[in-house]
Nanobody, 114 residues
Framework: QMQLFESGGALVQAGGSLRLACEGSGDTDTFSRTIMGWFRQAPGKEREFVAAISWRADLTYYSDSVKGRFAISRDNSKNTMYLQMERLKPEDTARYSC?????WGQGTQVTVSS
């Protein structure tokens, strides 16, 4: 069974940038064959979709709230998916989690100060 581990979350000022990573371990054959995505959840709010990427990385999808500011990518040779976040806003503050084939990571906290 595959496990996912997120990293890269931090406290950053509005307008700043961060790069999140999601690394798979265990059954990594699954990693390279499935669509993967990022979701986020802010305190008191429901979890929301952020971005997704096809297994060959030829298709990407973004929520309207991050389109043009965030970029999702993956390196199947490293069993790692990334989320490059630019021009961060306070409303981007949330715990960001990655998902693949119904397996979720524990998340990494992103806090954007105004």
């Amino acid at each position: 069974q595959m496990q996912l581990f997120e990293s890269g979350g931090a406290l950053v000022q509005a307008g700043g940038s961060l790069r999140l990573a999601c690394e798979g371990s265990g059954d990594t054959d699954t990693f390279s064959r499935t669509i993967m995505g990022w979701f986020r959840q802010a305190p008191g709010k429901e979890r929301e979709f952020v971005a997704a990427i096809s297994w060959r990385a030829d298709l990407t999808y973004y929520s309207d709230s991050v389109k043009g500011r965030f970029a999702i990518s993956r390196d199947n040779s490293k069993n790692t998916m990334y989320l490059q976040m630019e021009r961060l806003k306070p409303e981007d503050t949330a715990r960001y989690s990655c998902v693949s084939d119904l397996t979720w990571g524990q998340g990494t906290q992103v806090t954007v100060s105004s």
